[in-house]
């Protein structure tokens, strides 16, 4: 099987919950291909699903070393900076993620929960009003 198929194959087993074989797959691609971001993204995913926050900041911090223009990724790491107590970074993290893709909502809807968590109140505002507004279109 060919490595994107393979790698389609372990999202759909992730999204049905099925861990540990999503993440064999994963982890057979990323031996095989150590740059290979998409299987890096997802096994950081995988992770980040068993609550296994520094696995997942490896990988996803790996995975945004190769591609730091995929929002996705970016979105993701920002999870895994806030399970692990680190506001800032996920702010950041989530700030760059808007930058990318400005019209996903519940990007900028999760940037002004971590302001209003910070007491950034302003920031939060701002956020939630522009999560608001990408929302209505």
């Known amino acids: 099987m060919e490595a994107r198929a393979e790698l389609q194959h372990a999202e759909q087993l992730r999204m049905q919950g099925q861990l540990d074989r999503a993440r064999a797959i994963c982890e057979k691609l990323v031996a095989q291909h150590p740059n290979y971001m998409g ?5 950081g995913l995988i992770f980040a699903d068993r609550l296994n926050y520094p696995m997942a900041l490896g990988c996803l911090v790996r995975a945004a070393m190769l591609n730091p223009r995929h929002w996705s990724t970016l979105t993701a790491l920002s999870g895994v900076y806030l399970a692990l ?17 400005p019209e ?6 999760t940037l002004g929960e971590i302001y209003r968590n910070q007491r950034e109140y ?8 522009r999560a608001l507004a990408r929302d209505r279109t």
């Open 39 to 43: 299987a890096l993204h997802t096994l």
């Open 85 to 101: 107590d680190a506001p800032e970074m996920a702010a950041q993290t989530l700030e760059q993620a808007v930058k990318i893709n």
């Open 104 to 109: 996903d909502a519940s990007v900028l809807a």
């Open 122 to 129: 302003e920031l939060a505002a701002e956020a939630f009003r």
